[in-house]
């Protein structure tokens, strides 16, 4: 497993039971003493069988490995060598995930996750599935999970503290592995909101749906069948897979922007990028620097896959965000009443596709057999036998090319814009946005993604049983939504709405909300020519939109509420800017989040409070409080919206002050919005929480600001970028980047978390390219030899 699944793979663990590598009483000190007695070797000479000439890994005083091979089988080789010595115990984890393998380790709680990772794995042409990413991807692969098996014995005796503590050992690798489609339907959202929607429906009916939650273009949707019985059963699986996230179905945010040379100060193209996923220790991404004949790129991959998924080579700069297409549906056959294993296709009866599987589990004498069901569209992932359907899951990713993220080993070799559109051919998991620059001024747009050509609107689960709901094939390149050189000389994305306007292909319905492109767009107006500094200010912009709304509604609110005067003062007095040192920034968190509670609560059951908050974003909410109207407030809906307004107030007052005490002046948004990077050993004692976790932090900004700090309840800071990156194409020594918490994933290495002060201060270190400042600023030197 890949993509966004360190919360999952590794916080999995924490079903072990009592830590058996542990000791009562161990202090902090004695556990990162033991954690330090195995770190990776970063220095001097190793000998290593399976490579074919040396590699010389340099990394700078900030973690990052630049590898230098003599060809390509070493540069991967030693790619996987080195990303497992910096992060073997993730690596381990992800691989169980992504392959269905966990519940040998955690038991038969674990039986459904693996069933589910199994159930979606690829089962096509392997010979078109290896190709489809590039022609070489199969050595690739081989030999950068060569490097991880390498490294693996490497350390046999001396594995991270991780896998002491819990008793496990790390399994060898296989090419194949790295082709499990687990962290791409992590990023697939849409199936999810099928059954949100329908879920909604069913309790609210179809017209107040509409307004709960609306899509973009707006449409009168509904269902092509009886919804009952549709809830979240049917996402069992998909949520015993997932759980560890503690997950819900809300966009993966990001941010990205490009401008020409016309709109720099360097004359040159620069572009920025800043992906947010889940706050995790050890970090999703991972930078590193691959030179060898054929290769010379930079950036941030993830551990698990060959290559890197954004950054830059000799000639060409890219960024990455979430486009939102919808890549998948939800299926429903009707099933033979005697035979649950047939279903219906037309006027007649078709036979599932079984395989039955084996699966070790912790605890139990010899292998639990599973049986996976597949109709045409898909795997059955859930079977309502009573109502006599199955739930076929049809998605992109079944199709040969569907491994998240792989594509970046085509795209890390463009060097022109044509080529870089030829590479996009090989992205199909996840869809994404990607800003485009190179060397010789030009600049561009993709929104790609292996895009379904539907008859229907996707937004709710429709009939099998005929050809009506069929997907029709998919979209070329050439069709996605793009833009080369535009006129205004920029262009960003940040998962709002992307459709050109007129443009005639079925994209998705639903997008994050516009408030972060908005003040990108207007930062972007404020100056003429942009210099990296700007661009640093921009990812770390904290004007919310949001909250300068609701500042004008309580202007013009009739609040007589003499007991509210001096919050109100607060809030009337603040300018929107949710930096750390704002008093106005608790407030305003807390009322929010008062408000689309109490907002919800008389239309919405509570227990889809969460479902649709994340489906209709603020902006349904905002807008009805901009103009009340009689369905949302009822009679007087002016008065009754200005009542709303005071008792949500009220309520967020109450919750300020027993948070951080009666005086308004005292307070900041930093001191209760932080974030804390969590390890999963911490379940085991306060001793291993010490020992391992890291932060918290103060943090300013919030989900809608372009410094996205997606926070809970509690107001923790949950999401957000833990990477970012900053490209002046008129010299590729001047790029620059953040990350966190740190390069390294084992507990008491120098860079286990020494990136998280540069993160926290919104500060940046160099990503140096030529071999000339590299050599420069090289804090270790590791030489792999062939052993």
Known sequence: MRSGSILLAMALVVGL?????????????????????????????????????????????????????????????????????????????????????????????????????????????????????SPDTQQIAEAFTAGINACIDHVAKKLPIEFQVLGITPKKWRAEDILGRMSGIIMSRNFQQEIARARLINAVGIEKARLLAPTDPVLKYGPALDLAGIDDKILAGFTAASKAWQFKPSPTASNNWVVDGTRSASGKPMLASDPHRAITVPSLRYLVHLNAPGWNCIGAGEPALPGIALGHNDHIAWGITIVGTDQADIFVETTHPDDPTQY??????????????????????????????????????????????????????????????????????????????????????????????????????????????????????????????DWQGYLAVKDYPQVFNPAAHWVGTANHNILPKGYPQQIAYDWAPPYRYQVIHQRMQTKKKLTREDFRSIQHENTSLIGQALVRLLKGAAIKDKELAPYIKVLTAWDGVLSRETPAGPLFATWLLEMQHDFLSPHVPKKLLEVVKSISGPQVMLAALEEPEATWFGAAPIEARDRFLAGTLRKAAARTRKLLGDDPNQWSWGRVHTATFHHPLEKYGAAYAKAFNLGPVPRSGEANTPHNTKYDDKLNQVHGASYRHVFDLADWDKGLATSTPGQSGQPGSPHYGDLLPLWTEADYFPMYFSRAKVEAAAKNRLVLKPG
Do not use: C
């Open 17 to 133: 039971a009592v830590a058996r590598g542990g000791r009562a009483g161990e202090s902090a000190g004695d556990i990162v003493k033991k954690a330090k007695a195995v770190l990776a070797q970063i220095d001097g000479d190793l000998a290593l069988p399976g490579l074919k000439d040396k590699v010389e890994v340099l990394r700078d005083p900030w973690g990052v490995p630049h590898i230098y091979a003599k060809n390509a089988h070493d540069l991967f080789f030693a790619q996987g060598f080195v990303a497992a010595q910096d992060r073997l115990f993730q690596l381990d984890m992800w691989r169980r995930t992504g392959v269905g393998e966990t519940a040998e380790i955690l038991g038969p709680d674990a039986i459904e996750a693996d069933r589910f990772a199994r159930l979606i794995r690829y089962r096509g042409d392997m010979d078109a599935e290896w190709k489809s990413y």
């Open 344 to 469: 219906k296709v037309g006027d007649a009866w078709a036979k599932m596709k079984i395989e039955r599987e084996k699966i070790l589990v912790k605890g139990k004498k010899g292998a639990v057999e599973i049986e996976l069901r597949f109709t045409r569209h898909g795997p059955v992932i859930y079977q309502d036998d009573k109502r006599q359907r199955a739930y076929a899951l049809k998605w992109s990713g079944s199709e040969p090319g569907g491994a998240a993220y792989l594509g970046g080993l085509a795209v890390s070799r463009a060097s022109s814009w044509k080529t870089f559109l030829a590479a996009l051919e090989s992205w199909k998991i996840p869809a994404l946005n990607f800003v485009y620059g190179d060397v010789d001024g030009n600049i561009g747009w993709v929104a790609t993604g292996l895009t379904p050509i539907r008859k229907h609107d996707g937004l709710l689960p429709v009939p099998g049983a005929g050809t009506q709901y």
